[in-house]
């Protein structure tokens, strides 16, 4: 199953664009910091995700503001070109903030 979930910042957001078929697209930079616990040490996580919406989704994200926080669902896809991936969100939710780390 491909399921990613993540908390994350909106660092970077594009104008919203359209697709050849005429589907409003969003590209997004998406950060996200936290403190986890791996093999019993705490570690410090901070990841920096390229993700992209499509449709109506893409219209709303597209209105949100920078540096707030949400919570995204989605799947990840390589990226055209290139060896890395990108995070499709299908979803997102507010986030109270004192939920989150300070990036």
């Known amino acids: 199953m491909n ?3 993540l908390t994350a910042r909106i660092a970077e957001a594009s104008p919203l664009r359209y697709t050849p ?3 409003p697209a969003a590209n997004f ?3 996200h910091a936290s403190e ?16 992209l919406a499509f449709g109506t989704l893409a219209e709303q994200t597209g209105r949100l503001a920078l540096g707030k926080s949400f919570r995204f669902t989605g799947f990840l ?5 290139s ?3 990108v995070f499709h969100i299908q979803a997102f939710y507010p986030v109270s903030e004192q939920v989150l780390n300070p990036l």
């Open 3 to 5: 399921h990613v979930e």
């Open 77 to 81: 896809v390589n990226a055209r070109g």
């Open 36 to 51: 986890l616990v791996e093999s019993g040490v705490t570690r410090q996580v901070k990841l920096t995700v390229k993700a």
């Open 21 to 23: 078929a005429g589907i």
């Open 83 to 85: 060896k890395g991936v």
């Open 29 to 31: 930079v998406l950060e």
